[in-house]
Structure formats: structure tokens, C-alpha cells
């Protein structure tokens, strides 16, 4: 199978194992250094994926490679000629400021506000930009590191730390889930193999609110079969990381806006370490099946949040999951509402809507109520023991179910845009009047029934008694300032401007800066705040509201 998002020509020349040797260098934002490459099958020719990557030599040479034209997402093809019988390349290289994986933080933009902090972000065609190498989820590697960081700062990487600066991933994964962070770093451990890394001043409250993890872990076990990674850590990054989460294997990458002080946002821990499983274990061989990695994750971690905080509580999210999914929906173009999609011409990272995550877990919602949990399970389970450390296909998906359960057909689901109409409903009775003892997800559920005319004076009133412009809960006060922007309701705006300069991630600055931008008064204002809230920004979100303030 090949991948149309890679250059690679795995089928030729494959690599197998990747030994990085790398400088962090602060002052001119670059990683600096080489990438061994072990290769199997190794042919003549090894074609690689790079992205703003400066190759210095190849196997000693200067001049061994080729380096082809940019293509527009992708990322230019490095071309190496292979003597017969070559089985390694060494390639000496160093990154670019402008990396699209990379994120190298001022002191300013960190917590403690004392030290730089770099961390990567490879999903989805991100690695070429900081390794040179096959970046397709269907080329699994391992690899091993060096990492050189001035003192006193820490490196961690999405594998085993050998000793300081050492790492070693035995397991072999897709390139997208290589990662490295660089900070002021300390680790809180929470059981034998879990545990969180954050900066100092976060660490405590951090490790608090996901003291659940061991038995999340366990839980998935019971279900899914054996955590095969060794230890599952969480690090929790500065509030410009533009994600929710991230799986890198053995350790979660997670935005501090989940720290809610009473745990109400933890199912991103569920997602993340479901991943490990869904996603990690068996990958999307492409990006066009992306719903098998979050379809399954987002279904698996409905199941640990109710093995771990109940039923109730889980169907509660997974309602709130489904109104946003149907909203979003409404503004997507009919071939994007498919969970099969054509991501021709296309940068992978535009098929990351709701409609795989939400969508893809309705689907597998309705296998299990179709044919029963406990076959269902059973399903799952052997379907992760048979694929397990492969990359595979929808087309491979349905032939495993085909075999547990003949004459099956989800071509409704997979190819066809919306809801069909015998999709499960996901019922939750959500109380009318605002109570302090809310979960979250109530108060979600709430300001999001709010009629869109909802007056300033109101919100007043609301604000007068509930004080949600000074929630410290991300999710609660977006869906507020969403209310107050439309509203024009003036005292929000001040903690409107501190919260888009403070905070990076991409799912609460977009629809905030599209909501500014629908009024010309609102356009002049989320001009002046993004002046002052750009640099801050990690490339991802930067070109959200790039686009959104181009009128695109
Ligand atoms: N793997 C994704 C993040 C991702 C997807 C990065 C596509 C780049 C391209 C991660 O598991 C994820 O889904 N994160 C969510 C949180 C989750 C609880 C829905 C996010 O970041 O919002
Ligand atoms: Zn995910």
C-alpha cells in the first residue's frame, strides 16, 4: 500500500531503525546533528521525506544526495543513491527555525517563567521536519537517541530514558509518534509504572488531577489485553501546545487546560492511553483510514471513563461529544462527513474533524449494541492481538469483522456523509437549572443550548450569580466567551484577551477569533489581540487564525 502523503519508497529501500544524535540549540532554534538510518529490504535508491531540513553529507559526501523540489504539504523528497549491498546511511543535518514540528518556547511563554522549553509535535506529516526519513504510518520504525540540552534542563523522549540524554524505543512505530520535550522538567510518580513530568510550579495539582491513572491503565488491560509499552507517563506542557493530547508512546503529551482542579477533564487521559491500543499498537496504515486510530480511541475511552467514574458519567460526556460532532458537521463539506476520506491534494491534518473521533466511535457503539458487548469485546481484543505492531487498512478492518460477524455492512458509515438514520442515540437528561455541583460537561451542555440571541444584559444577569468570566475551567469559559462575543457583552473582554494570549490550543482560539471576526468590531479586536497573541502561538494554531483573519 502506499501512501500519498509520503515520498518514501519503502517497498525499495525500507527503513527499520533510526539512531538520532542531537543538539538543542535555544539560541538559533535548531536541532543540529545526524540521523543513522538501518534499512531492510535496502535497494539501490533510498527515498526519503524532509521538510525545511538542511542536509550537510550522506555517508561522509556532500554531494551523494539529492534534494528535489518542495511540494505544497509535503515537504521535499532527499533521493540517496545506494551502493550494492549498503544497508545504513548516516545523514548529517541540522532543522530549520521554521520547523512545522518543532515549537521553541521564551522563557516568558513557560509556567515558571524561568527557562526555554522546546517540544515537538510529529502527527501527522510533521517528523520529516525535525528526521530525515520514510514519514508514513505504514513504515514503522525504532529508534534510539542521543539528546544534548544545556543544563539544567531536561530532555524526555516517546521512549525508555536509557540514562540522561539516552533513549530507546524497542517497540516499532510509525515516525508520527517520535517525540521529544526540553524544559525545566520534574517527574511526580503515581504508581509503579505511571507517573507525570511538568514544570515545578505545575507538577503538584497536576499529579493530583490524574492520580486515576494506574487504574485507567488496568482498566484498559482488563478489556484490551496487556499495556505493551512498559511505563505510561503523562508530561504536561506550557498552554501553548495547540493539542488536547498527544500519544507519544510512554508518554502523553498534554495541554495544562485539562487541569481542572476537580478532574472533570481527565477523559483526554483515557483517549491518550487508549491510543496505546488504537492508534499506537495497530496504526492507520494511511491517513485516510484516520478513523480506525481515533474512531476506536474515542470508543475505547467511553469504556475506561465508565469502567473507572461509571456509566452515567460517561454517557454524559459522550452526549456532549455527539452535540458537537452534529454541530460541526453542519458546516462540513459532504465528502468530509465520510469516515473514509479523500484527502487527495490535501494536508492529513485537515481530515482531523470530529467525524472520525465521534462518528467512528457511534459506529463501533452500534456493532456493540448489535451483536452484544461481550462478543464485541472479544472482537476487539483479537482483532488488537492480530494486528498487533502493524499498520492497516478500512479494507483489512473489514475483513477481520467480516469474519467475526458475516454479512456485516458499514458502507453507510464509511462512505456516506452524515449520521445514518439507525445511528445509536446517546441519551443523557441534562438538568435545566445551573446548580454549583455541575460537571462540567453540564455547564457545556448548558451555555451551548443558549438561543444564539442571548443579550448582554442576560449574560449580566448569569454572570452576576455565576461568575463564569472568571472560570478557571477552559472548556466552560470558551463556551462562555463564546456567548459574550455574540453578545457584545463588554466586561468578558478583558479575560477574553488575557485567555487567547495565555492559551495556544488550536480547539478553543479558533472558534473564539471566528467568532470575533463576524462583526467589523470584533475584527478590529481580534486584530489587536492577536498581534499581541501570535508569537506565542505554535505553527498549527498560527495558521488557524492566520486563515480565519484572511477571511479563508
Ligand atoms: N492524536 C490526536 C491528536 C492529533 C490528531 C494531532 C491529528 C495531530 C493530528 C490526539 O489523540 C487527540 O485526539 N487529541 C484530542 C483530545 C481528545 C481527548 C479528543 C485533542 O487534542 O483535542
Ligand atoms: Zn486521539
Redesign the pocket.
Known sequence: MSDIHSFGNPGESRVRHVEMDLTVDFESKKLRGAAALALEPAGRRLILDTRNLTIQRVNGSASAFRLGEAVKHLGAPLEIELAAGTRSVLIEYETSPEASALQWLQPAQTAGKRHPFLFTQS??IHARSWIPLQDSPGVRVTYSARIQAPAPLTALMSAARVREGHFHLPQPVPPYLIALAVGDLKFHPVSGRCGVWAEPVTLAKAAREFEDVEKMVAAAERLYGPYRWGRYDILVLPPSFP?????NPRLTFATPTVIAGDKSLV??VS??LA?SWSGNLVTNAAWRDFWLN?GF?TYIERRIQEEIYGRRRSEMEFAVEVGELETEMKGLPPGDQKLLIDLAGRDP?DG?TLVP?VKGALMLRALEEKHGRERFDRFIRGYFDKFAFQSITTEQFLEELERAFPGEDLSRWLNEPGLPPDAPKIRYDFEEAPSRRWATQEWLHWLRSMPENTGAARLAEIDRTLDLTNSGNAEILTAWLLLAIRAGYEPAMPRLEQFLVEVGRR?FVKPLFEALVKTPAGRARAEAIYRKARPGYHPITQSAVDGILAGK
Open positions: 502527527q501527522a493539542f488536547g493530547g498527544m500519544e477523559a483526554l483517549h491518550e491510543h481515533e480511541t491534518d482531523a473521533y480547539k
